[in-house]
């Protein structure tokens, strides 16, 4: 009988933070710029630059710390990560290996109901390297030096994940709370977010740690999950079939579903690892720790048990307005202005959510003004235009940001709020559709909906309604 | 007097008074260099004559306006082949750096410039300041101008050189170990390591960058003061930069040493020091003491560890500071490689001499996993050490006096054949730069070949004007020192 495995996962997350210039020099971090034009003598590695740390990249370094129970070190220090390759100017990377920011902090996820807190082992900052491209035309290889020197922060965990769930819910959980501080926008498909994944697989029960492989290549949370189980399921093979496990980095291809290694032992670096001189030891005094504290804006948690206390919502509304920073700031804004949650709430997961499904965008990319949905709100409230008018509207405000009145003048939607008019036109139908008229008082009562509609068809869907059923129940007795 | 054996201050304010022109005082120098640079070699690279002419024009046109006002307007400078210099090739003396051309200026010759300076050249070193002769040159040798059979010292033996025999007025050099204050010594001149932190490292190419600091090389300590308070600056640029509240070294141009507190370490005139060198030394001493110092003998015994801490700690950093010369960017690429790492390798193993490629390896082993706690760590702990006791010898005396090094100049190629000797020349200079300390070297006499014997101050961190003060009353009371033979040769 074979026999019962577990599945023992730690990740080592590293997210490029936010900040407009880079982490030793006053270079552009901007994506997407030509070639080397965001660069300069430091990041480019020539002979006699200097590096000079960027003081946002330790504050928003300590803000994750911190949002995740970590212990921040006031005395820190930057390490010189010794390899050669063509993406690295100097053939070495500014890390922290002996003494990083942040050490010791947990993360608590939730999985079917159960709750479970991932220890967090340290988090470091560093700097990104340069890309590769290779020209097929020339048969060369190019480098772009223009993310070198991009901060990043690495959030190193310790082997608590038994599952793919608990990985998804854990990285979603770092995801929301880096987003909530700003520190970064967290996209896994852009790699400011980039996750490798250490697992070992070990008999039920067992104390001791199976050998791990390290996965790197991987490029959304789908993808993750795919690659946990088919790493897992070769692991379980290997055992199975008496073979051992070798220690190494892996690459997973997500199209055919399997790890292929990328370097074995043989040619295991030796980093040299030595404190960087030309680098002062990063010193947090206990004031620029707590002004980072004070500054903390709310989390997720926090957030939720506010929407709940100050707004009454329901929880699956404050479970997808919060879901994204953007969306809850979104609806914080709107509603600051029209003060009725559950106004705003409805339209954020009601029409929103539907165009950001048809449109098939990221929650990220909305991108319409608070005010403009606020006023929208407010027409409908005073009744200047109806409900249906309003998602139509509300369509051109999602899609090109328009001013809500400005366009329901434009295109003549306001409601036809005039009784007098409105009389008029509904006797002219109820003259012309005798026939509706007599069902309905045979006791039809359905037939008032036709009258309705034909009324509504001639005021070009302007009329309210409301007062259009009015009228007719008058009218008709 | 001829133009070229004044001092870079004297030359300075004949030009502001008009009575000599910066075209005629880079004519001079041209003209030494013409003389004497073929068989002295300081040079790496003397710039087009109409370059510096021209300079030369512009600088003559600020000083007429007004605009330039220092010391050093319009005096001509050579600056070592590690400092970068925007447009002008900058090599370290290194075959894998032959072609290199630099977009930007160092700071601290921004410095000069911006005061006035015009520069003639390059000048020579080690490879990579990793030496103490300017043998291990990728461009030959440089020859100590008082006897051409010697070395001229090193790392900065270009810079020494040119400055004793009159090829420029001033130099720049830079300090490691001992590479200003060791060739000042065995090129009669004045040499000063400043305190860490002092001299802006931007732009200079880093050999051990918790130990390389930029320094004068200069004819006297008076323009000592002059040149160190023109390249003193803060620099954001230079995040081991330090902001100091005196920037006024010329000030401590005071002849008085009375009640000056003098420490002399037993340790610094044991075994190995040449008795010429130690009876030169210690009458120097005696003439201070005459002057009013008080003298005390002191122990200072952690002088024997400084060696290995030193070349642990600067190999360590040298092999990660040149491990960007890699041949994919800029400088040197074999021409014959077959894929990346082959071309690294190719690239690096031509491109490198010797003694580079032995610190690269020293410094990889002691920062190898396994031994970095041995080695790196333990040497990191004795540099602490050797701080705590210059500190505690400074809670007593104003200033140490030791030799700058134990012998004069070596002949040519007896040092290269036995590096350990080599490495073991370093002693009297080493520790100051893992305590960080300022350090000047004076010419205080002649052996009897003729070379000269320098002697080295030491004052504690921030502490120049103290050693300007004193190398100043010495000077005073020692006279002016003897004329190098190869400036006599011109005249």
Redesign the interface.
Known sequence: MAKNYETVIGLEVHVELATKTKIFCSCSTEFGGAPNTHTC?VC??????????NKQVVEYAMAVGLATNCTITQNCKFD?K?Y?Y?DN????QISQLYLPICRNGHVDIEVDGKEKAVRIHEIHMEEDAGKLIHDPVTDCSL?DFNRSGVPLIEIVSEPDMRSAEEVIAYLEKLRLIIQYLGASDCKLQEGSMRADVNLSVREYGSKEFGTRTEMKNLNSFKAIARAIEGETERQIDLLEEGKKVIQETRRWDDEEEYSYPMRSKEDAQ?Y???PD????PVVISDEWLEDVRSRQPELRDDKMLRYEEEFGLPEYDIEILTGTKHLADLFEATNEIVKKPKEVSNWLMGETMRLVKEQDMDIDEISFSPKHLAALIQMIDKGEINRKVGKQVFEEVFKNDIEPAAYVEEHGLKSMNDEGALRATIEEIVAANPKSVEDYHAGKKKAIGFLVGQTMRATKGKADPGMVNQILKEILG | MSLFNMTAVELGKKIKAGEISVAQACQAALEQIKATEKELNCYVKVLDENQIMERAAKVQAQIDAGELTGPLAGVPVAIKDN??TEGIT?T?SSKI?YN?N???S?EAVLNLERAGAVILGKTNMDEFAMGSTTETSYFGETKNPWNTEHVPGGSSGGSAAAVAAGECFYALGSDTGGSIRQPASFCGIVGMKPTYGTVS??????Y???LDQIGPMTKDVTDCAAVLETIASYD?????SFRREDYDFTSALVDDVKGLKIGIPKDYFGDGLDPEVRDAVLKAVKVLEEKGAIVEEFNLTMVPYAIPAYYVIAS??A??NL????G???GYRSEDFNG??NM?KKTRSEGFGAEVKRRIMLG?FV???GY?DAY?LKALRTKALIKQEFDQAFQKYDIIIGPAAPTTAPKLGASLSDPLKMYLGDIYTISVNLAGLPGISVPCGRDKQGLPIGIQMLADCFHEKTLIRAAYSYEQARGAFDVCPAQKGVD
């Open positions: 003598p480019t590695g020539m002979p006699g630059s200097l590096p000079v740390l010189r010794n050669f063509p100017p100097q053939n070495y480098v030796d040299r690892y030595f001189p030309d680098l002062v | 400092m970068c900058t370290c750096l290199f630099p977009t930007f160092s490292r931007y732009g200079l190419i880093a051990g960058s918790s954001s640029k230079d995040s081991t360590a950093e092999s990660s491990s960007r010369f890699d994919v960017k800029y990346l790492h690294y990889s920062l190898s996993s970095y790196y």
